[in-house]
T-cell receptor, first 111, second 113 residues
Framework: DSGVTQTPKHLITATGQRVTLRCSPR?????VYWYQQSLDQGLQFLIQ???????AKGNILERFSAQQFPDLHSELNLSSLELGDSALYFC??????????FGNGTRLTVT | GEDVEQSLFLSVREGDSSVINCTYT??????LYWYKQEPGAGLQLLTY?????DMKQDQRLTVLLNKKDKHLSLRIADTQTGDSAIYFC?????????????FGKGTKLSVKP
């Protein structure tokens, strides 16, 4: 168990809808990272937050946004969903400058 | 741009050694990583190596780094059926923190009894 909790485990929704994925980092970790894993693109870094502030952006679409709250949990919001957004979304956390610990992911299916 | 390449499949017999190879492009990467992903689970960090090292050994795992050729390998000694999983090579993104990683597509290791 990595100590990183993601909810829900599975999510099925329709095109055009909006969903929110939730992540609770390991106790003491200030950094939260979001990654998308799809069959064609593999694992792609989306965004990083550190202690509530955005730290780095990767290949995140404008339809996607994230935030990190004062209690350090993070949410990834995906809107105007398209079929191609179907993927596994992973959250990871770390102590700054140390290695990542991944959650088990949320599997999103857009129909 | 930055890219990480690895072969997609590897099949070995139980008890043999497995060698998973990876090439990367960013010579300024500070850290290079190996992660393991079992079905239905997240990625588990196996080991990492600093870019100024040539080799790192951790129990059954040996990582070799050839900076000149930008080649990284993971050797698993005495491979067991429990080692069956997808193995990802990753490098840290130029100028990014250690968590901003570029991953390869993963090598699926199948271990036959």
């Amino acid at each position: 168990d990595s100590g990183v909790t993601q909810t829900p485990k599975h999510l099925i929704t329709a095109t055009g809808q909006r969903v929110t994925l939730r992540c609770s980092p390991r106790s003491g970790d200030l950094s939260v990272y979001w990654y998308q894993q799809s069959l064609d693109q593999g694992l792609q870094f989306l965004i990083q937050y550190y202690n509530g502030e955005e730290r780095a952006k990767g290949n995140i679409l404008e339809r996607f946004s994230a935030q990190q709250f004062p209690d350090l949990h993070s949410e990834l919001n995906l809107s105007s969903l398209e079929l191609g957004d179907s993927a596994l979304y992973f959250c990871a956390s770390s102590v700054e400058g140390r290695s990542l610990h991944f959650g088990n992911g949320t599997r999103l299916t857009v129909t | 741009g930055e890219d990480v390449e690895q072969s997609l499949f590897l099949s070995v017999r139980e008890g043999d050694s497995s060698v998973i190879n990876c090439t990367y492009t960013d010579s300024s990467s500070t850290y290079l990583y190996w992660y393991k992903q079992e079905p239905g689970a997240g990625l588990q960090l196996l080991t990492y190596i600093f870019s100024n090292m040539d080799m790192k050994q951790d129990q059954r795992l040996t990582v070799l780094l050839n900076k000149k050729d930008k080649h990284l390998s993971l050797r698993i000694a005495d491979t067991q059926t429990g080692d069956s999983a997808i193995y990802f090579c990753a490098e840290s993104i130029r100028g990014g923190s250690q968590g901003n990683l570029i991953f390869g597509k993963g090598t699926k290791l199948s271990v036959k009894p």
